[in-house]
C-alpha cells in the first residue's frame, strides 16, 4: 500500500484482519475499518500514471528472476533432504512467500482494484454500465496455453499441462488441498477446465472499444483496468507457484515426523519449532485439532455476518433487526436475467460439491461461488451471492463468460428453490413467482 502511494497508517503487527470462528473465517470489520487506506488527490493521480509501468516491471522484472528460482525448487526432492536442511529450506520459503512473492502479487491486486474503482466512476459519471464495459477481458495465461498443453497430454507427454496448472488446486490458497500435478487424473482436470473457458463467441451487446465508443479519457482508464485485471490473474497463477513449494515442503516434514497430515492442523510458528522432542505433544495437538474440524464442519455454518448477537445464541434479537430487501451489486452481466432459483446452503457452498440437479438456465443463489462451481455456473443463467466483490475469481470468471452476478446481496435466506427470480441490472432481486407445483410438475 505505501509503495503505491495510499497512506497506510496503521502497523503491520496490529491485531489480526481475519479470526476463526468456530472453524469458519470471518473479517474483524472493526480491524478492517482501522486498516482502510486513504490516498490523497496528487497521490491518486501519481499512481494512475504509474500503473503501466507497474505492469511492464510485474511482467519483465520480477516475473523472469523469480520464475528461474521457484522452477529450480519445484524440481527438488525435498524428501530427500536432511532433517536440518528441510527446516532451513521451510523458514527460506514462508518468509520469502510472505515477504517477497505475495508482496508483489498484493501490490497488482491493490493496483488491479484501484483501476476498477476509477474506471467504474468514470463510467458511472457518464452514464454508462459498469457490469457492460467491463466485461471484455484478455485472457490469462492458462487460457492462451492449456488447449495445447491439454492436447499434447493427449499425445502422451503431460509435461506442458504439468507446468501450467500442477501447481493450482480447486481451492488455491488452502496448504492442505492437494495440488492438482499430484493427482492420477491431471489430464481430466485440464480437460474439466479447457471445457470451461470462454468460446470465441462473445455475449451480445458492445464488446470493443471501438464499439464502445466512450469519451478518450474513460476508455483509457476502461483499458487500463480490463488489463490490469488480466495481469491480477496472472500474477495469482504464478505466485500460488511458490505456495505449491511450501506444501510439498509440509508434506515432506510430515512424512519425517510421522504426522499422518496432522501437520496442516499445525501453526506455521508451531511447525517451526517442530522437532523429535517436541513431535509427540504437536501430534497429539495436531489429532485434537483434527477432532474439533471435523465437529465444527459437521455443524451448520453460522451467517455470513457475525454479530455478537450470534455468538450469545440471541437469535431472536438478531432476527427482530431491520434487515435490507433483497438488493446487492451487479458485478457482471449485461440486462435483467429471470430463471428459477436452485439455492445452496452454505455447508455445501463451503464443500464446493457439484449442485445436484442444477438445470440449464437456473439461477445460483448461495452464500459464495465456490471456485469448483466453474461448469455450474456455465450451465445457469446468474447468480446471486452474500459474499464476493468486483474482482473475486468467480466474478471475473463470471464477467468472462457474460453471466450476471450480483454480490454483497442480502436476505438470500428468503429465497426457496424453485422461485421464480429476476436478477435486475440495478442489483436488485425480485421474487416473480414462489417456488411450488409449477415447478415440480416441469421436473418429471
Not at 497430515?261 to 499445525?266: D, V
Not at 468472462?400 to 454480490?407: A, S
Amino acid at each position: 500500500l505505501r509503495s503505491l502511494g495510499f497512506d497506510a497508517a496503521f502497523s503491520e503487527d496490529g491485531p489480526p484482519l481475519h479470526i476463526t470462528v468456530f472453524g469458519r473465517l470471518y473479517t474483524d470489520r472493526i480491524a478492517q475499518t482501522l486498516r482502510a487506506p486513504r490516498i490523497s488527490r496528487f497521490a491518486m493521480r501519481r499512481l494512475e500514471k504509474a500503473l503501466p509501468d507497474l505492469e511492464r516491471a510485474f511482467r519483465n522484472e520480477f516475473l523472469p528472476s523469480y520464475l528461474r528460482d521457484v522452477r529450480l525448487l519445484q524440481a527438488t526432492d525435498f524428501t530427500r533432504l536432511a532433517t536440518r536442511d528441510l527446516h532451513e529450506v521451510f523458514t527460506r520459503i514462508r518468509r520469502r512467500f510472505i515477504e517477497e512473492t505475495h508482496g508483489e502479487v498484493s501490490r497488482v491486486n491493490i493496483a488491479a482494484q484501484f483501476a476498477i474503482d476509477r474506471a467504474r466512476e468514470a463510467l458511472l459519471a457518464g452514464g454508462y454500465d459498469p457490469a457492460v464495459y467491463l466485461t471484455e477481458a484478455g485472457a490469462s495465461e492458462v487460457e492462451r496455453h492449456l488447449p495445447a498443453a491439454l492436447a499434447e497430454a493427449k499425445s502422451g507427454s503431460s509435461a506442458a499441462l504439468q507446468e501450467l496448472i500442477g501447481h493450482r488446486a480447486a481451492l488455491d490458497y488452502e496448504l492442505c488441498a492437494p495440488r492438482h500435478g499430484e493427482s492420477s487424473g491431471l489430464i481430466a482436470i485440464g480437460a474439466r477446465l479447457s471445457a470451461m473457458l470462454p468460446g470465441p463467441e462473445k455475449p451480445a451487446g458492445p464488446q470493443t472499444q471501438a464499439q464502445l465508443q466512450l469519451p478518450a479519457g474513460t476508455a483509457r482508464k476502461v483499458a487500463l483496468a480490463i488489463s490490469l485485471q488480466t495481469l491480477k490473474e496472472d500474477a495469482k497463477h504464478h505466485g500460488l507457484r511458490e505456495l505449491a513449494v511450501l506444501r510439498a515442503v509440509l508434506v515432506a516434514l510430515d512424512q519425517r515426523y510421522a504426522l499422518d497430515g496432522g501437520i496442516f492442523h499445525l501453526a506455521l510458528d508451531e511447525i517451526a519449532c517442530l522437532d523429535t522432542v517436541s513431535a509427540a505433544g504437536l501430534s497429539e495437538l495436531a489429532r485434537e485439532r483434527a477432532a474439533a474440524h471435523q465437529a465444527f464442519a459437521a455443524s451448520a455454518p453460522l451467517p455470513a455476518t457475525l454479530t455478537l448477537a450470534h455468538l450469545e445464541g440471541a437469535h431472536q434479537a438478531h432476527a427482530a433487526e431491520v434487515r435490507e430487501p433483497l438488493h446487492g451489486q451487479r458485478v457482471s452481466g449485461m440486462g435483467d436475467v429471470v430463471g428459477r432459483a436452485r439455492v445452496v446452503a452454505a455447508k455445501d457452498a463451503e464443500d464446493g460439491q457439484p449442485i445436484a440437479d442444477l438445470r440449464d438456465g437456473e439461477i445460483i443463489v448461495a452464500p459464495f461461488l465456490h471456485p469448483a462451481w466453474l461448469p455450474e455456473l456455465v450451465r445457469a443463467s446468474g447468480a446471486a451471492v452474500s459474499i464476493g466483490g468486483w474482482l473475486s475469481h468467480m466474478t471475473i470468471v463470471a464477467r468472462e463468460h457474460g453471466k450476471t452476478m450480483i454480490v454483497g446481496a442480502h436476505m438470500l435466506d428468503t429465497i426457496e428453490t424453485g422461485s421464480l427470480v429476476r436478477l435486475c441490472t440495478d442489483g436488485r432481486i425480485e421474487v416473480l413467482e414462489p417456488a411450488g407445483i409449477a415447478y415440480a410438475s416441469a421436473a418429471e
